[in-house]
């Protein structure tokens, strides 16, 4: 199996270590998303959220490559 961050929870857990990521989990309610994103300066940058952590994970590490 190659490189799959999107559907491969261990590779996307790496990315969160790799990157220092920060990770805030849903709360309760209709859009209940994760939020992943990365202090820059102390405040929050390049921030996602989606329903599917690895896919916040991987959006925000692409936002930040991009």
Known sequence: MGYDPLHDDAQA???VK???LDIEAPRAGIN???EVY???NLAPNNCHSNADLNRAICETVA???G
């Open 13 to 15: 857990m790496a990315l």
């Open 18 to 20: 790799k990157f220092e």
């Open 32 to 34: 209940a998303e994760w």
């Open 38 to 40: 990365r202090y820059d």
């Open 63 to 65: 936002k930040m490559k």
